[in-house]
């Protein structure tokens, strides 16, 4: 054995049991359990050793077969979700796909991130209401809300719901798949649907890269913008750059910027990272999937749940719910007995007091489906570990909490 064999061979021993594939419901029910094991550690062990840490081949063997995955031809990985939907918008202005001033619906309950980086990229975000059965932007609030400035849309594929955008097919179709990797609508996998779409790889989500996030699409000349403004405005990754060198002759070509751009980009550490963990994808999705639909089955006379929609695959991201009467006393039960609640992400974004700070937001339409998520919202983790014994122990909580 080499020296880095046994290296190997050390990280097996220490991370033996990792990542966690089997967790027992007594003993809680946390949002997140350890999501990498020696596989991820060793990769990402191979590029410290090799002190090639900075974006490389790793990250793009990663885009590679992330946008493969989706459906789409390019990818581009960057920092974090966040950075992602920022990246997305910004490079449809950049490429004149979107012009400033544009109005981008948005569903009222999502990430703050999702809805913050329409306005940073000089885009003015309309709010429109979620419906009732999936929590992803409802059609008919989102028709009531269209001007003649209305020019895209961002679906958010709610905790692994997949959004219905067909209603939409006038508009630039962006998709934030932040929380729904995998997730199918129609037989088409999420992130493959629209123009372009934003993927993250946080910690707590369905595989991980511990901060992360990518854009993919199938448009070269966006997957260009994208690639210079992830990385400080220059041409290097770019398609193209041979035209713009050629145009640019008494510029040197290895600091040549052609558009105003940020630094958003990952580590070979991540990249190693996400190889491993798209390799486990397929078989933990099956069992998030199977969760859900369990514990709607489980829970369904206590509280609103939300099944898989007709003609879809759930990904299972976390599990949402609504209850009647009291949240707080209901969230309280739940963690009392070690399982761990959130609202529903943001819940009605334009109830957070940094909504009267984003440029331009506006609410034209009622919102009382996302009103209710904001006052009845709470979930609850999902995870390939868990099973229907997380279920049964949500059920006997809640079935207490409601004194039955
Ligand atoms: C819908 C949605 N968009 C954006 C994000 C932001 O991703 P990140 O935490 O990687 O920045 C999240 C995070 O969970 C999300 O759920």
């Given amino acids: 054995m080499d020296r880095r064999q046994q290296i190997a061979a050390l990280v097996r021993e220490e991370m033996a049991g990792l990542p966690v594939e089997q967790a027992d419901a007594d ?26 840490v900075t974006m490389g081949e790793k990250v793009r063997a990663f885009e590679a077969e992330w946008a493969r995955y989706c459906g789409a031809a390019h990818g581009v990985m960057v920092n974090s ?29 999502t990430w703050s991130t999702s809805l913050f980086p329409i306005a940073q990229a000089g885009l003015v975000p309309v709010m429109v209401d979620v419906n009732e059965r999936t929590l992803c932007i409802d059609p008919d609030s989102a028709a009531a809300a269209r001007t003649e400035r ?24 962006l998709e934030d798949a932040c929380g729904a990797h995998g997730a199918v609508y129609k037989g088409r996998r999420v992130g493959g649907i629209g123009a372009a779409s934003a993927f993250s ?19 070269e000349e966006l997957a260009n913008a994208l690639r210079s403004l992830r990385a400080h405005g220059w041409v290097r990754e770019r398609s193209d750059r041979a035209a713009w060198t050629a145009a640019c002759p008494q510029i040197d070509p290895r600091f040549l910027f052609v558009s105003p ?3 958003l980009r990952p580590t070979e550490i991540a990249g190693a990272f996400g190889l491993v963990q798209a ?12 969760n859900h ?27 949402p719910m609504l209850v009647e009467g009291d949240r707080a006393s209901a969230m309280a039960a739940l963690e009392a007995r070690g399982i761990e609640t959130r609202p529903i992400s943001g819940s009605n974004l ?16 009622p919102l009382p489906v996302a009103d209710r998520v904001h006052e009845h919202g709470l979930f609850v983790g999902n995870h390939h570990a868990f099973g229907p014994g997380h279920g049964a122990r949500l059920r006997e909580t809640l079935a207490a909490w409601r004194g039955l």
Avoid at 27 to 52: F, K, M, N, Q, W
Avoid at 81 to 109: H, I
Avoid at 150 to 173: E, K, S
Avoid at 301 to 316: K, N, Q
Wanted: with cysteine; charged share 20%.
């Fill in 279 to 290: 390799r486990r994808l397929p078989a933990w999705l099956e069992r998030r999937r199977a």
């Fill in 150 to 173: 209305t020019r895209a849309v961002l679906g958010v594929h709610l905790l692994g719901q997949p959004a219905d955008l067909d209603a939409f097919a006038d508009l630039l179709v």
């Fill in 201 to 219: 790889f946080f910690f707590s989500h369905h595989i991980s890269t511990i901060e992360g996030g990518m854009v993919v699409t199938g448009d």
């Fill in 81 to 109: 979700g966040s950075s992602a939907v920022l990246l997305m918008l910004a490079a449809l202005v950049e490429t004149g796909r979107l012009r400033p001033g544009d109005e981008v619906l948005c569903p009222a309950v």
């Fill in 27 to 52: 003993r809680g029910h946390p949002l997140v359990l350890a999501p990498y094991g020696a596989d991820e550690v060793i990769g990402a062990l191979e590029a410290l050793l090799s002190t090639r």
């Fill in 350 to 365: 334009a109830r957070q007091p940094a909504f009267e700070r984003v440029p331009g937001a506006r609410t034209p339409v």
């Fill in 261 to 263: 751009g940020y630094n």
């Fill in 293 to 319: 639909a369990d514990w709607c089955r489980q829970l369904g006379d206590l509280v609103t749940v939300f099944p898989e929609a007709a003609g879809t695959e759930h990904a299972g991201f976390a599990f």
